[in-house]
């Protein structure tokens, strides 16, 4: 994922005008996580999940998602 990331130049934007969306971050601070934590994302999400009380809220791993969710578009 690194070598994909790093082959692609960030998308410059001005401050305040437009939004460049880039799944890459999330894949940099998942390692940022892991690194810090010491514990895999799942792990650590799931822990923090659970802290939280937030009892409708998971980190689904397989293929699919549990009832109910809400549909992305």
Partial sequence: MLAIIRAHAAEATAPNKTTA?????????GLVIEKV???TVQDHLTGLIGELGLTSTSYPTGDTLPEPY????
Avoid: A, C, K, S
Wanted: glycine share 18%; aromatic share 18%.
């Fill in 21 to 29: 969306y880039n799944d890459g971050n999330f894949v940099l601070l």
């Fill in 37 to 39: 934590t010491g514990q």
């Fill in 70 to 73: 809400v549909h992305g578009y």
